[in-house]
């Protein structure tokens, strides 16, 4: 069974771009989450998905983020327009109701 | 102050030597407490998941928590060179997000 997958690996951008990252939670999964680590400080909670429904966005930063889930599949994180302190490793995590949340790579972004 | 509290490390043991790791918290309405580890540029992998206060034990890892002192603790018996990641404490209230202590990085020897 495939994990979570997550693209790109790596994205380095200039400030004001904007960037879009992609997570593919393991199929099935209706429950799917993202995460951003800052240089130096913790992981942190960023929003929920139930299905295609936001259901808890409140660690999103501000209103530059934008996460959405369409179908219920897969998701997208887009940036727009990225600041120097955007920069960090974006996680996403997957699981069925209640369970163990299943972390992929994740995706280091390099604002500069 | 921050919901977790974890030592950074890093931490150097010898191979075959026990590995203690903790954490501390803030917020008592955290019900469900974890340990990931995390190899370099992976995703966190779980390794114990605990509710209740007292120990729960799966093979070398034995996790320990006590809410009385919002304390949380890892312990890696014999631990192996393969035990080499980063370790990071988790907790929730119930409400699915995960709140992380910024991990422990943990070198074994051989």
């Known amino acids: 069974e495939a994990g979570v997958t997550q693209f790109p690996s790596h994205s380095v951008i200039e400030k004001g771009q904007t960037v879009t990252l992609r997570c593919d939670p393991i199929s099935g999964h209706d429950n799917l989450y993202w995460y951003r680590r800052v240089m130096g400080k913790e992981i942190k909670f960023l929003l929920h998905?139930?299905?295609?429904?936001?259901?808890?966005e409140s660690g999103m930063p501000n209103n530059r983020f934008l996460a959405e889930r369409t179908g219920g599949t897969y998701s997208t994180l887009k940036v727009q327009p990225a600041e120097l302190e955007d920069s960090g490793v974006y996680f996403c995590?997957?699981?069925?109701?209640?369970?163990?949340?299943?972390f992929g790579p994740g995706t280091r972004l390099t604002v500069l | 102050q921050k919901e977790v509290e974890q030592d950074p490390g890093p931490l150097s043991v010898p191979e075959g030597a026990i590995v203690s790791l903790n954490c501390t918290y803030s917020n008592s309405a955290f019900q469900y407490f974890m340990w990931y580890r995390q190899y370099s540029r992976k995703g966190p992998e779980l390794l114990m998941y605990?509710?209740?206060?007292g120990n729960k034990e799966d093979g070398r890892f034995t996790a320990q928590v006590d809410k009385s002192s919002k304390y949380i603790s890892l312990f890696i018996r014999d631990s192996q060179p393969s035990d080499s990641a980063t370790y990071l404490c988790?907790?929730?209230?119930?409400?699915?997000?995960?709140?992380f202590g910024t991990g422990t990085r943990l070198t074994v020897i051989p």
């Open positions: 988790a907790m929730e209230t119930g409400a699915n997000n995960l709140f």
């Open positions: 998905f139930v299905k295609e429904s936001k259901q808890d």
């Open positions: 995590a997957s699981s069925q109701e209640g369970n163990e949340q299943f």
């Open positions: 605990t509710y209740s206060s």
